[in-house]
């Protein structure tokens, strides 16, 4: 079971480029992103997403998301990177 805590869950317009959690490729600036902010083990935990691979993360259950790893995946999928 995961001990991770969803705290903030909001969509904004990039105004830099930053890099997805998800698949670690670059969110451009003026591009949509989502940005969540959680608890986990104590320590706050904020990250970005590409819409597309936040809403991938949001079809697993709280059993799958224990073995997601940030930047493992491909852009919007599932998919591990070398797969």
Known sequence: MSDYTLLTEKTHRARKSYSCSHCAESIARNEEYVYTSGSIHGT????????VCRAV?????VAERDSWRPGLYQRGTLKKKWE
């Open 44 to 51: 706050i935990q904020v990250d970005r997403w590409h819409v």
């Open 57 to 61: 993360i949001n079809t697993w259950d």
